[in-house]
């Protein structure tokens, strides 16, 4: 039994997604825990509701729905493309003190024409919300995370770095402090006297030895923990990214990159002469990025209600290139937010490769904004 009313439009959002040609589906409130604890990213991951099944296996109440729906679809062994529908409550710690709400939205998966798919994400998002506000001026913010990952490669840092700030993409304060550690890197301290010496001798076979024995003398099992190999080679590379530095000249292309907010309309030309400017090659991301413009134009979409932003991401790890919220114009109230997740199915358990986009709608919110003058 639902703890809160839904809203009184959603007989009329529903008959919206209908008329988009979704399947309506619903999953059960429980979930496994471990796709959102691994996949979702630590923003979410600290804010569900745990559980336990009678034989300990850890569950959680349905955080979101993007997670249920691909898995669903996994399960279902159901053929693509395929658009999902959905509406119900979702259960997580928010900022503004409530921990159930409900959320709708649209699943898009397996389109191949990904500029397509994208620009028919945002479309719909946008008219959506234009049905449920009628009247309102909504505004768009869109960034992309595939622009972001091809930058951070241009500048030819080692993975490890890379792995870390394409991480931290959209949370501006983490990315800043890790930018910071790359100018002044701060070198790896407290390791045994043995250790460090093996680690800076590159003497991998050595230095396994060396931790298998202590591991044996202290009794600790490799079995419950990581082997002496993982272990050396962690050791390896956290020595690796501690000596790495990133000099002046390529963190000042990454400051330049991140400051970058302008007009959708001017978006393209604007990363056209930022990577000239810089000498970057980011071909193919660009490419990409100068199709869903030309798609979202083509899809009848107002370019001038969309701000491109470059460090804009979104607080779940599974986005792999398009991310986007709308609201009102004038308002921070977030109303509707999603992205490209392409690597999602394929984490999830899929066996081949589904392409996927999808976004959702905050409905206590979306209620607040039509309650307002």
């Known amino acids: 039994m639902p703890l809160i009313n839904q809203p009184d439009f959603a007989d009329e959002l529903l008959a919206e997604f209908a008329a988009r040609r979704t399947e309506r589906v619903d999953t059960p409130v ?8 691994d996949i979702a990213g630590e923003d979410l991951r600290r804010r569900i509701f745990m559980t336990e ?28 493309p395929k658009r999902y529908s959905y509406l119900g409550e979702v259960f997580r710690q928010r900022r503004d003190g409530s921990n159930e709400f409900y959320q709708a939205g649209i699943e898009d998966l397996g389109d191949i024409n990904i500029s397509s798919a994208d620009a028919r994400a945002i ?9 449920l506000l009628p009247g309102r001026r909504l505004s768009v913010t869109l960034g992309d995370q595939a622009v972001f990952e ?14 870390r700030l394409i991480h931290a993409f959209g949370n501006m304060v ?54 002496p190999q993982e272990i050396a080679r962690r050791l390896k590379e956290k020595l690796i990214l ?23 309309f001017n978006a393209s030309a604007t990363l056209s002469g930022f990577a000239d400017g810089a000498g970057l090659k980011l071909g193919n991301a660009l490419s990409r ?69 999808g976004f959702s709608l905050w409905l206590d919110r979306i209620e607040t904004a039509r309650a307002a003058p």
């Not at 091809?150 to 792995?163: C, E, R």
């Open 242 to 264: 501690s000596e790495t530095r990133l000099d002046d000249a390529a963190f000042r292309v990454l400051e330049q990159f991140l400051s970058l907010r302008v007009p959708l």
């Open 53 to 80: 099944s009678e034989t300990g296996a850890s569950l959680c109440l349905r955080p979101e729905f993007t997670i249920p729906v691909c898995l669903r679809h996994i399960e279902t062994a159901t053929g693509t």
């Open 30 to 37: 429980i979930q496994p825990a471990e796709p959102f604890l």
């Open 150 to 163: 091809a930058v951070v490669q241009a500048l030819g840092l080692p993975l490890g770095w890379q792995k």
């Open 289 to 357: 990025f100068d199709g869903r413009v030309a798609a979202l134009a083509n899809a009848g979409i107002d370019l001038s209600i969309v701000e491109y932003r470059a460090a804009f991401g979104r607080p779940l790890d599974y986005y792999t290139g398009l991310v986007f919220e709308v609201g009102v114009d004038g308002s921070d109230a977030v109303l509707a937010g999603g992205g490209r997740f392409d690597r999602l199915l394929t984490f999830l358990g899929a066996k081949d490769r589904i392409p996927a986009v």
């Open 174 to 227: 983490h990315l800043e402090a890790l930018l910071s550690s790359l100018v002044s890197p701060q070198f790896v301290t407290g390791l045994d006297d043995d250790v460090a010496r093996l680690v800076g001798r590159d003497d991998e076979a050595a230095l396994v030895a060396h931790i298998e024995n202590t591991m044996q003398v202290t009794g600790y099992s490799s079995n419950a923990s990581r082997s």
């Open 123 to 131: 479309s719909d998002a946008t008219a959506v919300l234009g049905r």
